[in-house]
């Protein structure tokens, strides 16, 4: 998304600019320097930490689909290590209780 086009968003009054597939610090800095609107992004493999993003202007991240891709993942191979019987529980796994306190919580 080019510049332009944010801060035309910006003149029709929207509250955020979220540009997906910008990755590069330095373009994350000019993007959000030259836009008066928070800069919202999605988290790209290799993009620099939270913190630096932070000082370079982006105000929030989406964590896209990483979160499903890795929770996929992890089940895939506990699926694979069940049915070939060598499932463990992983470490730092909760228990029953503290699973049940979580989702009886309101």
């Not at 320097?33 to 991240?61: E, I, T």
């Amino acid at each position: 998304m080019s510049i332009d086009r944010l801060q035309a968003y910006a003149r029709a009054g929207a509250d955020g600019g979220f540009v997906p597939g910008l990755r590069a610090l330095d373009e994350v800095a000019a993007v959000a320097g030259a836009v008066p609107l928070p800069l919202n992004l999605m988290w790209l493999p290799g993009m620099a930490p939270f913190a630096a993003l932070s000082q370079a202007g982006v105000r929030r991240l989406s964590a896209g689909p990483a979160l499903f891709m890795h929770a996929w993942t992890a089940m895939a191979a506990a699926t694979t290590d069940f049915l070939g019987g060598v499932m463990a529980m992983p470490e730092g796994a909760p228990g029953y209780a503290a699973l049940n306190q979580l989702f009886s919580e309101r």
